[in-house]
T-cell receptor, first 115, second 113 residues
Framework: DVKVTQSSRYLVKRTGEKVFLECVQD?????MFWYRQDPGLGLRLIYF???????EKGDIPEGYSVSREKKERFSLILESASTNQTSMYLC??????????????FGQGTRLTVV | GNSVTQMEGPVTLSEEAFLTINCTYT??????LFWYVQYPGEGLQLLLK?????DKGSNKGFEATYRKETTSFHLEKGSVQVSDSAVYFC????????????FGTGTRLKVLA
């Protein structure tokens, strides 16, 4: 089975802290994604990576950065956490486009609270 | 641009009732379409998918048919169970480009015993 693992289920951080969310996948997927999920807003794409060291901004990249040094690992970084970044964060991975109908596989989510 | 619109929730049904959750999309060409399910406190799991017009995806009693003419992918189940209570997301990935996934806002389903 495909496994996408996020390093923490729950995280509480203080305003201004630098926060790292880690995600690892075991299916040799080229694509990896970070989404943020908020009630009534659905899933919004923060960043997308299609290869090692490659990244693209999603719809809401402000206040976030990412790192992909190895194919299986994709990290989301909150440079200076703020209370409006309190949310559920979901990591996902998929094979590179060209395979019609390939789906994204999701991790279990990290619920981050910034106080 | 590409977008997905799904019906507002919550949807509350009695056990064994018929379920329909509407989903319509906007996209160029023939996107692939998906339904995902999210149980409380969990990530999203793929429920079913369809990759071309008139395809029917099915899984665990759920079905959805890719309707190009109405740009729709409505989710249906003939008889819901309490264990189906969850949030359901419709999604698409467009053909070409960077193969990002675009999600609807989700529909919460609550099934009462």
């Amino acid at each position: 089975d495909v496994k996408v693992t996020q390093s923490s289920r729950y995280l509480v951080k203080r305003t201004g802290e630098k926060v790292f969310l880690e995600c690892v996948q075991d299916m040799d997927h080229e694509n990896m994604f970070w989404y943020r999920q908020d009630p009534g807003l659905g899933l919004r794409l923060i960043y997308f990576s299609y290869d090692v060291k490659m990244k693209e901004k999603g719809d809401i990249p402000e206040g976030y950065s990412v790192s992909r040094e190895k194919k299986e690992r994709f990290s989301l970084i909150l440079e200076s956490a703020s209370t409006n970044q309190t949310s559920m964060y979901l990591c996902a991975s998929s094979w590179r486009g060209g395979r019609r109908g390939t789906e994204a596989f999701f991790g279990q989510g990290t619920r981050l609270t910034v106080v | 641009g590409n977008s997905v619109t799904q019906m507002e929730g919550p949807v509350t049904l009695s056990e064994e009732a018929f379920l329909t959750i509407n989903c319509t999309y906007t996209a160029t060409g023939y996107p692939s379409l998906f339904w995902y399910v999210q149980y409380p406190g969990e990530g999203l799991q793929l429920l079913l998918k369809a990759t071309k017009a008139d395809d029917k995806g099915s899984n665990k009693g759920f079905e959805a048919t890719y309707r190009k003419e109405t740009t729709s992918f409505h989710l249906e189940k003939g008889s819901v169970q309490v264990s189906d209570s969850a949030v359901y997301f419709c999604a698409l990935t467009p053909i070409g480009g960077t193969y990002k996934y675009i999600f609807g806002t989700g529909t919460r389903l609550k099934v009462l015993a």
